[in-house]
């Protein structure tokens, strides 16, 4: 069975396994869920993630965070999906509740947050809003 969105299948995993207090969850990998992972593991929603070799696919094992027993991910948003693909210039690009929350996008200089995009003047796909 072929998947027709598989980030928006990659945020779900995350979003379940966050909800029902997992401690890990695995996730078959791909370069921009690895990149979408690395930029979680760099805003501190997660502690840690590796990336497991296998003979099929290689799988992205992340290992969530909690404080208090309560996830630090609070919610995850698809934005462009394969049927409505949703572009920011680099003075539209949006905000994700006043700065609190991260946006990623996917620039001509790869993928990165909204700020940084900002930084170096950069617009591109927005792919998914993350608090």
Known sequence: MSMTDPIADYLTRIRNAASANYK?????????????????????????????????QNVIRIALKYNNGESVLKG???????????YA???????????????VISTSKGVMTDK????QGVGGEVICYIW
């Open 24 to 56: 890990r969850v695995d996730i078959p990998a791909s370069s921009l869920k690895k990149q979408i992972t690395r930029i979680l593991k760099e805003e501190n929603y997660i502690q840690d993630y590796t990336i497991v070799e296998d003979d099929k």
């Open 76 to 86: 995850l948003e698809r934005v462009s999906r394969p049927g409505l693909r949703k």
């Open 89 to 103: 210039t680099s003075d539209k690009l949006p905000r994700v509740i006043n700065g609190l929350g991260v946006a």
């Open 116 to 119: 940084q995009a900002r930084q």
